[in-house]
Structures are given as structure tokens and as C-alpha cells.
């Protein structure tokens, strides 16, 4: 089992859609649970990050995690086509010392 | 503040060859990392710095891959004698310390012919 796994997708969506994005890990260590975006051609750059268990909102975004069983997911509310990229999951534990990167879920808003 | 920069943004090679990429962390921060990304695929860690201790090369994947990194600052991946599977785009990312928020740069896309 990978450690770290997400649909690859493409994920194709309309505009104004809701759209959930998902990822399962394997490592119960894993406390810090980060979402980076990454623009075709461009680097990843971190969207929000939760820790532990719970719910964090931002804007649109709003990240959910569920340690007992290993579930992140991100949702999106009323997507853009400016909301077109490819997000990665990335867990970590405590002191940074054990970290990953999802493989990475392309998602597709259109207009 | 500046971001992290790297360069080339593109290199085109031959088989054979030796590379050199370049990347600029942001200022002060201790830890720099290198990833490679292959078309359609996830963050493949490569190598990882921290100030001035031993390098982390768990993720080199084979001794024609080295870095270094000078003065604590800015890093160098070689790759020695090209191969067409070495084709990819090169990460880097530097954080605060291990296990801060990573910064990228925007990454060099090297294609070898």
C-alpha cells in the first residue's frame, strides 16, 4: 500500500460546482495534513494545511480531516476556471521528520 | 521577499551529457529540498539539506545523481551522463526547517534526446 494515495483523475467539473477532492494515507504518525496546488508549468504552493482531526475553512476551500480513517479531503465551493490545477495532498507527523506527497488529483473547471 | 528561483527554466540535452541545475532558496531558510516530476506523475523526493548537517540522498536514484549545496545557501543538481528516462521537471523547495511549509520554485524542465 502506498502511503499516500489520491485519484489521479482528470476531475472535469462545471463552473460553480462543488467539488470534493480526496486522499488516504497509512501513517497514524501523520498529525499535519497540507494541500498544495500546482499550476501547469508552475511549482506547487500551499493552499491550507490542518492538524489532527476537524475541519478548516478558507474562503472557497475548506479542508477535512478524519484520523480514524485516514481521510482527507478538500472541498471547493463554486469553482472557477481559475481553480483549474493539479492539488496535492501532503501529510506530516509532528516534527517534520516523516513527510509526503500525494501523487496528485488534476481537476478541470469549465466555464 | 523573493521566492525561490532555479535555473535554467529549461535545459535540452543530449544522452551522454552532464546537467547542472541551479536553485536559490528563499533567505535564511535551513532546509532546501530537491524533487523530480515526471509527466502525469506525483513529487518523487530526490534529496534533502539541513544547514550544515549531512545531506539526506535516500531518494537519489542512482550514483549518476549528486548535490551539493554551498554556504548553506544555494544548491547544485548534477546529473551525470543523461539518460532519456532522466527527462523531467526538477523541484526545489526550501523551508525554514524541516518540516515547515515547503516554498517551490517554479522548477526546470529537462529534456534528454
Known amino acids: 500500500q502506498k502511503e499516500v494515495e489520491q485519484d489521479p483523475g482528470p476531475l472535469s467539473v462545471p463552473e460553480g460546482a462543488i467539488v470534493s477532492l480526496n486522499c488516504t494515507y497509512s501513517n497514524s504518525a501523520f498529525q499535519y495534513f497540507m494541500w498544495y496546488r500546482q499550476y501547469s508549468r508552475k511549482g506547487p504552493e500551499l493552499l491550507m494545511y490542518?492538524?489532527?482531526?476537524g475541519n478548516k475553512e478558507d474562503g472557497r476551500f475548506t479542508a477535512q480531516v478524519d484520523k480514524s480513517s485516514k481521510y482527507i479531503s478538500l472541498f471547493i465551493r463554486d469553482s472557477q476556471p481559475s481553480d483549474s490545477a493539479t492539488y496535492l495532498c501532503a501529510p506530516r507527523d509532528n516534527y517534520g521528520q516523516n513527510f509526503v506527497f500525494g501523487p496528485g488529483t488534476r481537476l478541470s473547471v469549465l466555464p | 521577499g523573493a521566492g525561490v528561483s532555479q535555473s535554467p527554466s529549461n535545459k535540452v540535452t543530449e544522452k551522454g551529457k552532464d546537467v547542472e541545475l541551479r536553485c536559490d532558496p528563499i533567505?535564511?531558510?535551513?532546509?532546501l529540498y530537491w524533487y523530480r516530476q515526471s509527466l502525469g506523475q506525483g513529487l518523487e523526493f530526490l534529496i534533502y539539506?539541513?544547514?550544515?548537517?549531512?545531506?539526506?540522498k535516500s531518494g537519489l536514484p542512482s550514483d549518476r545523481f549528486s548535490a551539493e549545496r554551498t554556504g548553506g545557501s544555494v544548491s547544485t543538481l548534477t546529473i551525470q551522463r543523461t539518460q532519456q528516462e532522466d527527462s523531467a521537471v526538477y523541484l526545489c523547495a526550501s523551508s525554514a526547517t524541516r518540516g515547515d511549509t515547503q516554498y517551490f520554485g517554479p522548477g526546470t524542465r529537462l529534456t534528454v534526446l
Open positions: 539539506f539541513q544547514g550544515n548537517s549531512a545531506p539526506d
Open positions: 533567505s535564511g531558510h535551513t532546509a
Open positions: 490542518t492538524y489532527s482531526s
